[in-house]
């Protein structure tokens, strides 16, 4: 838009520079013009005032006059040749030509008597000086109305270049206007987007507070069940078996002169308990951290993982181990082992499978875990996200990792899950 601004600036520019030099080339071939038709009617009244006038002393004088008059028609004429152009060239020359042979016809009758000029005076004007006379206001008129004519030509070729003009004016506000209905237009549609994608991702965000709230929430619980479950452990396992093995300590303190037998009995009976307080005790802190992780690594972990669930629910769990995971990094084993044992949880709860399969394989610079159920299955392109599934989903957004989930209703369930593996671990 500032570009045709500027051209039409330069070029109304040109267009009023052009009028105003035509309009002073024209004002000046008229004053020119003009000048020659009165100076020369001037001569004419010179002469006429020259022979009718009988003294004989002012012959110098109308003499003067004449040639301050003939020099000054002939600048202008040389004037009017000096600017002339083609159009004009021959009949400035025959001007010019006519203006000598007046001159020549004039200068004698300065030189005459005052019987001369009484004698010849009337005749001269009439049949010499008057033709003479007519024909250079003639050939001025001439001049005058080539003049004209060529001048109005141009004036019609400024009002077309004007017209040319404003149509182009016109066109370039009809493409301005279209322009700044389509700017707004696509300001509008991009402004629109830009609401809807706020609203999207305001929408969004608030899902997904209300999901780390509810997350929390779940966590929260799962924490104090676990607690409660540990505590109940410790006290109907583990503080039964040890108040038991205190009883028993009791016995065998009175029991130990005893020459009965009774003392080789009841010290049998203690270390059972001892033995069973251990297993406890052994089976908790492998709940919290199964140390078979650290002993022998993520594949024997899995396998025990999948024997104790499945004595725990009945359930057969198939574990297959393939490629190289006896170098992943701690955090990776800890994390495909919870996300293993998360997934069996949710299949013992919700799947009401009859059997499951686990898979765990590294290979091309990632580690792939894959629970598979044969259970009543969901929608998975709207699951409900429980404590499991999000607990998962963290670690594995943690990780770097994509999570997939394949399932329909009475077609199972399959989780996928990809973790990349850091060269920085």
Not at 28 to 38: M, P
Not at 68 to 77: E, G, H, P
Not at 88 to 100: F, P, S, V, Y
Not at 144 to 153: A, C, L, Q, S
Request: charged letters at 30%; a neutral charge.
């Amino acid at each position: 838009m500032v570009l045709p601004a500027f051209n039409a600036l330069r070029r109304s520019r040109q267009i009023y520079e052009q009028i105003r030099t035509m309009q002073n080339e024209q004002e000046r071939s008229h004053r020119i013009l003009d000048d020659v038709t009165r100076n020369l009617f001037r001569t004419s009244v010179l002469i006429r005032e020259f022979l009718l006038d009988s003294s004989p002393d002012t012959n110098s004088d109308y003499r003067t006059r004449f040639s301050a008059l003939r020099a000054t028609i002939t600048d202008s004429i040389a004037t009017l040749e000096k600017n002339a152009d083609q159009r004009n060239a021959a009949t400035l020359r025959q001007l010019h030509q006519i203006a000598d042979s007046y001159w020549s016809s004039v200068e004698p009758v300065f030189k005459w008597a005052p019987a001369e000029r009484s004698l010849h005076g009337t005749y001269f004007l009439r049949q010499e000086q008057r033709p003479r006379r007519e024909s250079i206001l003639a050939i001025t008129d001439e001049i005058r109305r080539v003049n004209d004519t060529f001048y109005r030509k141009q004036f019609e070729a400024v009002n077309q270049s004007e017209q040319s003009f404003r149509d182009d004016v016109q066109r370039v506000m009809a493409l301005s206007l279209l322009a700044g209905i389509l700017i707004a237009a696509a300001s509008v549609v991009r402004i629109s987007w830009l609401e809807r994608r706020f609203l999207e991702q305001h929408e969004a965000a608030q899902r997904t507070g209300d999901e780390m709230r509810n997350l929390s929430m779940q966590l929260r619980h799962a924490q104090e069940d676990e607690r409660k479950a540990i505590s109940r452990e410790l006290h109907d396992e583990v503080g039964q078996k040890l108040t038991a093995l205190r009883m028993e300590l009791g016995t065998l303190d009175r029991l130990r002169h005893s020459t009965d037998g009774a003392f080789s009995e009841h010290l049998t009976e203690t270390k059972q308990l001892a033995e069973q307080s251990l297993r406890t005790i052994r089976e908790l802190a492998a709940g919290l951290r199964p140390s078979v992780l650290d002993d022998l690594g993520i594949g024997p972990a899995l396998q025990r993982q999948a024997r104790e669930f499945g004595k725990h629910t009945g359930l057969p769990v198939s574990v297959e181990i393939a490629g190289e995971l006896d170098g992943l990094p701690e955090q990776h084993k800890v994390y495909v082992y919870r996300i293993v044992q998360e997934s069996l949880t949710n299949c013992a709860k919700h799947a009401h499978a009859k059997k499951i399969a686990v898979s765990v394989s590294g290979e091309n610079g990632e580690v792939t875990v894959c629970v598979q159920d044969d259970g009543v299955g969901f929608h998975a392109e709207s699951p409900t996200a429980g404590a499991g599934l999000l607990g998962i989903e963290e670690r594995v957004r943690e990780l770097g990792g994509t999570m997939e989930i394949a399932s329909q209703p009475g077609g199972g369930t399959r989780l996928k899950v990809r973790l990349p593996l850091r060269t920085d671990t």
